[in-house]
Each structure stands twice: as C-alpha cells, then as structure tokens.
C-alpha cells in the first residue's frame, strides 16, 4: 500500500478523535494527526541515529534521533510506538518502550500530536532500507553537539522533541543527555 492512502485519525487541539483521512490528504490539509517517537538506547546507553531516505514522505533525507511514525486509525499511542520501533529497528520481541511526556508539536511540516516514548535495545538491528539511508548508536554527548550546532539537518519534530525530553529528564535530576 502506499503511505500516502494509510487511513489515519484526525484530532483536534485536546488530542480527541474527530474523523478520518488518507495520509496523503492529513498531509495536504495540515490536519492535526498523532505521532509517536520513541528514543532508542543501547547496552551502551548510545542513542540510535538514523537519516531517512530520500523517498519519505515528510522530512526527506534529514537526521533522526527517534524511531516513530504516525498512528493509524483506532490505534494507541503504546501500541504504535512498540509496532514502530520494532519495523523501523528490524527487531521483533523488543521490550514495550515507556511513556515520558506528551505535547503538540507545531512548525515545519505542520501540526501533530508527539508521544515521546524510551526504549533500551540489545538486538541486532537491521532498520528497514525503505526507511533509513544510515544508520549508528550515538554518543549522547556527539547528539547534544550536534543538536546544538546544526552540523546535521535534523527533522524539525524530532529536534523538538529531543529538546523537550532533555529537558524533562533535567528537571526530574536525570543525567541521560
């Protein structure tokens, strides 16, 4: 099936589920949609980076410091963050990826509903081709720098989310940055 005809719900500005539309048409229409991101650690506490193929839909060729997508229609933001995460890393039987925090990501690209999710990863991965042109586990500290001094064109939702999880993790006395 081609991405652009998945069938996904549109919601409004308090996350509720008001119908129904194509990928391709949410995108068109910048309709509020919902996302997960889900940040992917190693035994190495390394974050898993990726740059996306020129192919994709939104955000072509940029950097990723999350694995995640959009949900489709009737389905919940744990179940899509695990089912992302599993097809984008190439992994089956990963652990269910935790809840951090929850906002309304609104700039390049539109709108849409962010869940940022965490998960530690021993697996081998095998990312999906069609998804990711490159892919490494990251220092946390080479992310940071480079988050910081745009040495890589990172998805705009993504770099959004990265902010805010480091921040959240500051606030709560967490040293995962």
Do not use: N
Not at 23 to 50: N, S
Not at 121 to 126: G, Q
């Amino acid at each position: 099936m081609d991405p652009a005809d998945e069938v996904l719900d549109v919601v409004d500005r308090e996350d509720r589920v008001t119908g129904r539309a194509r990928r391709g048409e949410v995108y068109a229409r910048g309709l509020l949609h919902r996302c997960v991101f889900v940040r992917v650690r190693d035994a190495e506490g390394r974050i898993f980076v990726h740059r996306r193929t020129a192919s994709k839909l939104v955000f072509p060729s940029r950097y990723d410091m999350f694995v995640g997508g959009v949900l489709g229609a009737g389905e919940d933001y744990a179940r899509a963050a695990l089912r992302e995460a599993e097809e984008e890393l190439g992994v089956s039987g990963l652990a269910r990826p935790t809840p951090v925090l929850k906002f309304l990501y609104e700039g390049e690209g539109g709108a849409w509903w962010s869940y940022v999710y965490e998960v530690r990863c021993d697996l081998p991965v095998r990312p999906q081709v069609s998804e990711v042109d490159w892919y490494a586990f990251v220092d946390g500290a080479e992310v940071a720098r480079r988050a910081a001094d745009g040495s890589w064109p990172w998805v705009p939702d993504g770099l959004e989310a990265y902010r805010r999880l480091e921040e959240h993790h500051r606030g709560r006395g967490h040293g995962h940055g």
